[in-house]
């Protein structure tokens, strides 16, 4: 997969600790325990270009998944959901962005102990991300990791904490050096549970199939818009347990993510997926999802939320 580089040309200020701070500034001590221990949550969320102007995508879900995932933690937020929806939209504008992305991220400051830390939060808007760029050939290649998902009486692989995805980074480095574009990880009773930074689904004689979130997969908020969009296209959308010969025998695999949208995968473990080319459904749902993002239909506007 082609990734662009993040150019930090436009960026001039991050929301840090209820202010913005000029973008070289924005800085913590290196014995922040965010940094060292990973003991921190985030958030990416993307702002698209709309008729009526920027627009979030589902700001309140990813928030609310934040929330969901600090109380996981045993841990409280240190700013209210409603201050973060005002910095968000703070740094965007500060920013003079439309397209950007958004990670909101809570981690633990230095301090005599971790438990004695100050919890600490910040907001980055940037032009560009990671994951965005589609592949040239119009789908990826994907291989299924030997690292497995870590299990969920080890880490709760449904929440976004930044140590974990320790986990996710071996998986992918270990496809990335074998010539492939992404990992797909599975859980520790063999089924497929995502994709490294990403969602999964299955297409297979119409039916599209998800592993379900109790096997180890994120609760993905573009999961769930591909999800309600398939089963108001009229198709059959079922969550259940996969296994990687669901994958090499499918009419149609692909990822979905906040950076990526819907990515389609051509070949799993170099078995060509259906032939070769992105299936009809992919298509469909790829581009009902970039009409509803960009406001170009009236559909689920509930979904989008204005910058400013």
């Given at each position: 997969m082609r990734v662009d580089g993040n150019s930090m040309s436009k960026e001039k200020v991050i929301w840090l600790d209820g202010e913005l701070v000029p973008w070289d500034e924005a800085t913590i001590h290196v014995t922040s325990y965010g940094l060292y221990f990973g003991i921190g949550f985030f958030e990416a969320i993307r702002t698209f270009d709309t008729p009526d102007g920027p627009a979030f995508f589902r700001l309140d879900d990813h928030l609310k998944r934040l929330s969901d995932t600090a109380h996981t933690y045993l841990a409280t937020l240190p700013y209210s959901q409603s201050d973060l929806i005002a910095a968000c939209k703070q740094v965007v504008q500060a920013n003079d962005l439309a397209e950007c992305l958004v990670r909101p991220i809570v981690f633990l400051g230095d301090g005599d102990h971790p438990l004695a830390a100050k919890w600490r939060a910040t907001v980055i808007a940037m032009s560009r991300g990671p994951y965005v760029s589609l592949p040239d050939e119009g789908g990826i290649h994907a291989k299924i990791s030997s690292f497995h998902r870590m299990s969920a009486n080890a880490l709760p692989p449904a929440a976004k904490a930044t140590g974990q995805y320790l986990n996710a980074y071996l998986a992918q480095s270990d496809a990335l050096g074998a010539k492939y574009d992404d990992a797909l990880l599975l859980n520790e009773h063999g089924h497929v549970v995502d994709g490294w930074v990403h969602n999964i689904f299955v297409v297979r004689d119409g039916v599209v199939r998800t592993p379900p979130v109790s096997a180890g997969a994120l609760a993905g908020i573009t999961r769930d818009t591909m999800i309600t969009l398939a089963r108001e296209q009229g198709l059959t959308c079922v969550e259940e347990n996969l296994v990687r010969?669901?994958?090499?025998?499918?009419?149609?695999?692909?990822?979905?993510?906040?950076?990526?949208?819907?990515?389609?995968?051509?070949?799993?473990?170099?078995?060509?997926?259906?032939?070769?080319?992105?299936?009809?459904?992919?298509?469909?749902?790829?581009?009902?999802?970039?009409?509803?993002?960009?406001?170009?239909?009236?559909?689920?506007?509930?979904?989008?939320?204005?910058?400013?």
């Open positions: 010969t669901d994958l090499y025998n499918a009419d149609e695999v692909f990822l979905t993510g906040t950076s990526a949208g819907l990515v389609p995968v051509i070949s799993v473990d170099r078995r060509t997926v259906g032939d070769g080319k992105p299936g009809e459904i992919s298509r469909t749902l790829a581009d009902m999802f970039g009409d509803i993002v960009h406001g170009r239909v009236d559909i689920h506007a509930e979904w989008r939320e204005p910058v400013g």
